[in-house]
């Protein structure tokens, strides 16, 4: 069984700052990626951005960027020049070789952005 | 821009009680997912269909739960005897093809009594 975690269960940073949330996984799996989603207090289930184990370069989407270390099973999402509307619920999910298997969230983070 | 639908957004029922969920995938998709996510808690996977049959299910994916795509548009997870420890935000979810993302619904709130 997949384990993940995310260590900040709740972070408060100011608008217009840079925000990392970390995320380690613990999977066998020689053949993975690992996607990040954003929950809003809506509760909808937001894509942000994919990242495949073997792509070369760390995934880039706007201003949502992958720290990917895949010898320490770490992908930290960078959050580049926060809005306050980043405020939400932040999960990551790996997922085996499959590549149709589901998702297995970590706990998530809280992100509180303030003005 | 194509998205995953789930009717009702929210069912209130009685303990025991049958309850039926609907889910209509993006068009042209070909995985489809149930999770649920327990308030509060982090969303969790409940079972995979693929090629009209259950690919994968979780733990959580008892006796008590079944899924269906009866019309090649509709997905429905039906639960036969509800229970206080059901109540929770179910999820739908639809993929187009492997390592692909997957696209969510945005919910059904399900509350037990």
């Not at chain 2, 639960?79 to 639809?94: G, N, P, V, W």
């Amino acid at each position: 069984a997949q384990k993940i975690t995310q260590t900040q269960p709740g972070m408060f940073v100011q608008e217009k700052e840079a925000v990392t949330l970390d995320c380690t996984y613990d999977t066998s799996d020689q053949s993975y990626g690992l996607f990040w989603y954003k929950q809003p207090s809506s509760g909808e289930m937001i894509f942000l951005i994919y990242q495949g184990s073997y792509d070369e370069q760390n995934a880039t989407e706007g201003r949502y960027s992958l720290n990917f270390q895949k010898a320490r099973k770490s992908a930290n999402l960078v959050i580049s020049a926060s809005q306050l509307g980043d405020s939400a619920m932040y999960f990551c999910a790996p997922f085996g070789g499959g590549g149709a298997d589901g998702l297995t969230f970590g706990k998530g983070t809280h992100l509180i952005i303030q003005p | 821009e194509p998205e995953v639908t789930q009717t009702p957004s929210h069912q209130v029922t009685q303990m025991g009680q049958e309850v039926i969920l609907r889910c209509v995938p993006i068009s042209n998709h070909l995985y489809f997912y149930w999770y649920r996510q327990i308030l509060g808690q982090k969303v969790e996977f409940l079972v995979s269909f693929y090629n009209n049959e259950i690919s994968e299910k979780s733990e959580i994916f008892d006796d008590q739960f079944s899924v269906e795509r009866p019309d090649g548009s509709n997905f429905t997870l039906k639960i036969r005897s509800t229970k206080l420890e059901d109540s929770a935000m179910y999820f739908c979810a639809s993929m187009p093809r492997r390592d692909n993302e997957q696209f969510f619904g945005p919910g059904t709130r399900l509350t037990v009594l």
